[in-house]
Antibody, heavy 119, light 107 residues
Framework: QVQLQESGPGVVKPSQTLSLTCSVSAGSISSGGYYLTWIRQFPGKALEWIGYIHYSGSTYYNPALRSRVAMSVDTSKSHFSLSLSSVTAADTAVYYC???????????WGRGILVTVSS | EIVLTQSPATLSLSPGQRATLSCRASQRINNQLAWYQQRPGQAPRLLIYDTVKRDAGIPDRFSGSTSGTDFTFTISRLEPEDFAVYYCQQRSNWPYTFGQGSKLEIK
């Protein structure tokens, strides 16, 4: 069974770029043809879909975040990454990486990483 | 963007009882709806997808149904581990969206 693990800084200063990595284990990014997705959960518990990346490199981002988001994948290292630029306190959330399977649903989740935007 | 509205916000029941949660979509989503369970300190867990299909290993006391843009999630007989927050999610249109959640608490 594929396992996912998020990593990155727990605190980011306002206006800076949030960068997270998701490591994939017990499976291959390039197998199964599925998409890898980032979802965040705000302190009030609402969930927001950020976007997905396929192992081929194709992406689709939430229009609300499109101008600030970038995702990439490194199949040789079995990990994929999220960058969110110009962060504000409103970006404080738990960030999850997930497997998008069957298409558009999320059947495997990482444990999540809390990122706080604060000076 | 499709808005999903869940009700009730909180439902108080006892183990052994039947739980029914609702999710209303702001437009037709062709049954492309999932339900997730989230226990405290854990990530959400996929229970139901395509309105009625249970994910692998999910007990059959969990079920889903629909009537148009209204979706229902039912737990036939509550177990102690079922008390958690439940979210609906649609994949019909991008961006994928979630409901605000319904908390199932022990009475």
């Amino acid at each position: 069974q594929v396992q996912l693990q998020e990593s990155g800084p727990g605190v980011v200063k306002p206006s800076q770029t949030l960068s997270l990595t998701c490591s994939v284990s017990a499976g291959s990014i390039s197998s199964g043809g599925y998409y890898l997705t980032w979802i965040r959960q705000f302190p009030g518990k609402a969930l927001e879909w950020i976007g997905y990346i396929h192992y081929s490199g194709s992406t689709y981002y939430n229009p609300a975040l499109r101008s600030r988001v970038a995702m990439s994948v490194d199949t040789s290292k079995s990990h994929f990454s999220l960058s969110l630029s110009s962060v504000t306190a409103a970006d404080t959330a738990v960030y999850y990486c997930t497997r998008d399977s069957p298409g558009g649903y999320f059947d495997v989740w990482g444990r999540g990483i809390l990122v706080t935007v604060s000076s | 963007e499709i808005v999903l509205t869940q009700s009730p916000a909180t439902l108080s029941l006892s183990p052994g009882q039947r739980a029914t949660l609702s999710c209303r979509a702001s437009q037709r989503i062709n049954n492309q709806l999932a339900w997730y369970q989230q226990r405290p300190g854990q990530a959400p867990r996929l229970l139901i997808y395509d309105t009625v299909k249970r994910d692998a290993g999910i007990p059959d006391r969990f079920s889903g149904s629909t009537s148009g843009t209204d979706f229902t999630f039912t737990i036939s007989r509550l177990e102690p581990e079922d008390f958690a927050v439940y979210y609906c999610q649609q994949r019909s249109n991008w961006p994928y969206t979630f409901g605000q959640g319904s908390k199932l608490e022990i009475k």
